[in-house]
């Protein structure tokens, strides 16, 4: 079995990674909060949408660094 950090992660631009966790945000809220199965598959699903935002985030700022002056 494979650590979790250790699959790859290829995020979408970043605009589409905010629109994607912002409508899963929004779709987990409704998971229901007493069911174990759910909140580990919604703590699971959250932790890889979770990667992909800031995988997005690294990808946007080396395409656009920081100017230091």
Do not use: C, K
């Not at 007493?34 to 990667?51: E, F, K, V």
């Not at 997005?56 to 100017?67: G, I, Q, S, W």
């Amino acid at each position: 079995m494979r650590a979790p950090e250790a699959a790859p992660v290829t995020p979408h631009p970043l605009d589409i990674e905010l629109w994607l966790s912002t409508a899963f945000i929004d779709e987990v809220a409704t998971v229901n909060v007493h069911s174990n199965a759910d909140m580990i598959q919604a703590s699971a699903a959250l932790y890889y949408r979770l990667r992909a935002l800031v995988a997005a985030l690294d990808a946007e700022r080396r395409a656009f660094p920081l100017r230091r002056p």
